[in-house]
Every structure is written in structure tokens, then in C-alpha cells.
């Protein structure tokens, strides 16, 4: 039944410990980091190099994202601010207070999704205040995806640091620590550490 265990594991849900959460987590940020403002970051390279109506495509779906962008946040941006809220504190307490990996997991990172979204929503109203074109509009986009790299790789740092702490919690139990494991063996010697049996 090797082949049933190793099947197992491969698909095993655990959080730090399976391949599929750090899979999902570098999909998450490739993704957040070729989306920009819901714009995908090839139409900006593209107005650069080519102009024309390549620029003028790349104006009318900044046009569009923003719009929406600000218009969902003045409708109902308290309401998803309060949400928003209430789910990241209650993931915070659940994964770290009482300690559930999972909850960890996915607070690491939707945290550093919401800076993104929050991000975004600034440079939307720049864009609209501004009035932003040409390549004026497309040196904030990349600005805006250097800014949305750098929350990525911080936030993969931190949460590769904390997952390999956990695995290695997990992995050495109670001994866990710089000693733990030379004062357990000291335990178990059957000479306590005197070189006779019983000790002294």
C-alpha cells in the first residue's frame, strides 16, 4: 500500500506542511502581480512599445476599472470595510490565540491581499483625480505594480518563516527548542549522566 500512502500525502490539506498551499500561494501573487487594477500588466508593455491604439485601449479599461474600482467603494465600502474586518480579527484570533494552523494559513494570505486592495483603491483615485494618460497613466500602473511586488515578497518571506517554524514545531513536539533535545536525552540516560547505573 506504499503507493495508497504516498497518494495520501501528496494530497494531504494540512496547511504549512502541503504542497498545494504553497502552490495556491505563488499563484495568488503571480496573479495579483500581472493584474493590475483588474488590468493586465501585457496591455501596459504593449502601449509603451506600440502607442496608438494600443495606448488608447489600455486608457478606456483604466477608464473602466477605476470607475468600478470607486464606485463599489462609495456604495458599499463601509460595509466591506466592516467585513473585511471582522474576518481578518477572527482568522487572527482562531489561528494564533487558539492556535489552528489552517486559520493561520489563510490569514497570511488574505491579510496581505487586503494592503493590496487597499492599494488599489488609492491609485484609482490618483488616476481619476489626475486624470492620468499617456505615460503618465502608465508610470503609475507600474509603480503601482512594483508596490503590489514588494507586499508579495514580503508577505511570502514572512509566511515561508512561519511555516517552516510550524513544521518544525510539529516535527520535534515537546522537545522543540535549542535544548530540548539534549535535555531529553539526559532524561533518558539510565546512568543520569554519572556513568553507574542509578546515579549517585
Given at each position: 500500500?506504499?503507493?495508497?500512502?504516498?497518494?495520501?500525502?501528496l494530497?494531504?490539506?494540512?496547511s504549512?506542511?502541503?504542497?498545494?498551499?504553497?502552490?495556491?500561494?505563488?499563484?495568488?501573487?503571480?496573479?495579483?502581480s500581472?493584474?493590475?487594477?483588474?488590468?493586465?500588466?501585457?496591455?501596459?508593455?504593449?502601449?509603451?512599445?506600440?502607442?496608438?491604439?494600443?495606448?488608447?485601449?489600455?486608457?478606456?479599461?483604466?477608464?473602466?476599472?477605476?470607475?468600478?474600482?470607486?464606485?463599489?467603494?462609495?456604495?458599499?465600502?463601509?460595509?466591506?470595510?466592516?467585513?473585511?474586518c471582522?474576518?481578518?480579527?477572527?482568522?487572527?484570533?482562531?489561528?494564533?490565540?487558539?492556535?489552528?494552523?489552517?486559520?493561520q494559513?489563510?490569514?497570511?494570505?488574505?491579510?496581505?491581499?487586503?494592503?493590496?486592495?487597499?492599494?488599489?483603491?488609492?491609485?484609482?483615485?490618483?488616476?481619476?483625480?489626475?486624470?492620468?494618460?499617456?505615460?503618465?497613466?502608465?508610470?503609475?500602473?507600474?509603480?503601482h505594480?512594483?508596490?503590489?511586488?514588494?507586499?508579495?515578497?514580503?508577505?511570502?518571506?514572512?509566511?515561508?518563516?512561519?511555516?517552516?517554524?510550524?513544521?518544525?514545531?510539529?516535527?520535534?513536539?515537546?522537545?522543540?527548542?535549542?535544548?530540548?533535545?539534549?535535555?531529553?536525552?539526559?532524561?533518558?540516560d539510565?546512568n543520569?549522566?554519572?556513568?553507574?547505573?542509578?546515579?549517585?
Open positions: 500500500m506504499d503507493w495508497f500512502d504516498n497518494f495520501t500525502t494530497i494531504d490539506m494540512r504549512f506542511s502541503s504542497v498545494w498551499y504553497w502552490i495556491a500561494l505563488a499563484v495568488l501573487w503571480s496573479t495579483a500581472h493584474w493590475v487594477l483588474g488590468i493586465p500588466f501585457d496591455m501596459v508593455s504593449r502601449a509603451a512599445s506600440r502607442g496608438g491604439q494600443a495606448q488608447t485601449d489600455l486608457e478606456d479599461m483604466t477608464r473602466v476599472m477605476t470607475n468600478r474600482l470607486l464606485s463599489i467603494s462609495r456604495i458599499s465600502g463601509l460595509w466591506l470595510l466592516g467585513l473585511a471582522f474576518f481578518l480579527t477572527s482568522l487572527a484570533l482562531i489561528g494564533f490565540l487558539y492556535e489552528v494552523q489552517m486559520a494559513a489563510v490569514f497570511l494570505m488574505v491579510f496581505p491581499m487586503s494592503l493590496v486592495g487597499l492599494l488599489s483603491l488609492n491609485t484609482a483615485r490618483r488616476i481619476q483625480n489626475r486624470q492620468a494618460s499617456g505615460e503618465e497613466l502608465r508610470k503609475v500602473l507600474w509603480r505594480r512594483v508596490m503590489v511586488q514588494v507586499v508579495g515578497m514580503i508577505a511570502i518571506f514572512v509566511t515561508a518563516m512561519w511555516g517552516m517554524y510550524q513544521n518544525l514545531k510539529a516535527g520535534m513536539g515537546n522537545h522543540f527548542g535549542p535544548m530540548g533535545a539534549i535535555e531529553q536525552q539526559v532524561d533518558d539510565p543520569n549522566g554519572w556513568g553507574r547505573p542509578g546515579g549517585v
